[in-house]
């Protein structure tokens, strides 16, 4: 069984699960059976498996990104672009955290208008959700973002004309959730 794609430490950890198949003829062995085996991994991404007969396993695996650090069950998390979490003692990742309960799709649907519009995901620190599915988004440079629910994208849109066009002033909240309306407070 050969696994290559993600770093040695984790590439030797699947080959470790996946050890109960070297027993099993490689003609009558289903890739479901790989598959549900690969997809427990929270680390995996994508993924290709290939059967090189007579008797090797190839599996070619791309490594989730990490997106941001979550509390679950009062275990610190990374949660990966595949939308699995993993558990880790590693929590030096300079990653946002996010705090509340969400709906993973919600949560996507925010990144992928972020990055739509270019907004520096970089410098995000927390993600704030609220029951209503609406957020907040705090930055380094000490900026809250008050996010409607619906229409995100002309949202951010707004708030990067609006920033751009006061980049001299020290603006500390700005609130979008009311339609045509942008309500700063600053120093």
Do not use: C, H
């Not at 699995?84 to 509340?100: A, N, R, V």
């Amino acid at each position: 069984i050969n696994v290559s794609g993600l770093e040695d430490e984790y590439n030797n950890q699947l080959r470790d699960k996946l050890n109960f198949l070297k027993n099993d003829n490689l003609f009558m062995l289903k890739k479901s059976t790989v598959s549900k085996q690969i997809n427990n991994n929270g680390l995996v991404d994508e993924y290709s498996v290939f059967k090189n007969y007579p008797s090797t396993i190839k599996i070619l695996a791309n490594q989730t990104v990490f997106l941001a650090k979550v509390k679950k069950d009062n275990i610190i998390q990374l949660m990966g672009s595949n939308g699995k979490f993993i558990k880790t003692s590693e929590i030096d990742y300079k990653l946002p955290f996010i705090f509340g309960d969400f709906k993973t799709k919600n949560f996507f649907d925010l990144k992928n208008v972020i990055n739509e519009v270019n907004f520096d995901y970089s410098n995000i620190k927390n993600f704030y959700s609220f029951k209503s599915g609406r957020w907040d988004i705090e930055t380094y440079d000490g900026l809250l973002i008050k996010l409607p629910k619906n229409e995100l994208k002309r949202s951010f849109e707004n708030l990067i004309i609006f920033l751009s066009m006061n980049s001299d002033k020290q603006i500390k909240k700005v609130d979008l959730r009311q339609k045509n309306q942008i309500i700063i407070n600053g120093n």
